[in-house]
């Protein structure tokens, strides 16, 4: 069983910065062998994929993200990260850390990804 415990979400104002943090455990699972990423649900809307890394360390973003998100991964800790800039009041969202036992180009399909952290708030005021 693979288990993923995110921390580092809170309440910042617009402009700020959260860096979230991702960690994994468990058996049968090679942390660095496969595509992780973040996904964030804002109220009354749909889940969306923030940030993608491959087993190659490529990374993927969308589009409303890019230039002030990085996903990066340590495998020497088994974690990921998410470091935050210039955050808005629409980046407020649960964000969750996902795990994949998939290979290859990382998608951006929530149901492409098998274990999921809990979720942790982030919450930008204006």
């Known amino acids: 069983q693979v288990q993923l415990q995110e921390s580092g979400g809170g309440s910042v104002q617009s402009g700020g910065s959260l860096r979230l943090s991702c960690a994994v455990s468990g058996t049968g699972y090679t942390y660095n062998n496969y595509c992780m990423g973040w996904f964030r649900e804002a109220p009354g809307k749909e889940r969306e994929g923030v940030a993608v890394?491959?087993?190659?360390?490529?990374?993927g973003y969308a589009e409303s993200v890019k230039g002030r998100f990085t996903i990066s991964r340590d495998n020497a800790k088994n974690t990921l990260y998410l470091q935050m800039n210039n955050l808005t009041p629409e980046d407020t969202a649960v964000y969750y850390c996902v795990a994949s036992r998939s290979s290859g180009a990382c998608s951006f399909t929530p149901t492409w990804y098998n274990y999921w952290g809990q979720g942790t708030q982030v919450t930008v005021s204006s």
């Open positions: 890394t491959g087993s190659d360390g490529g990374t």
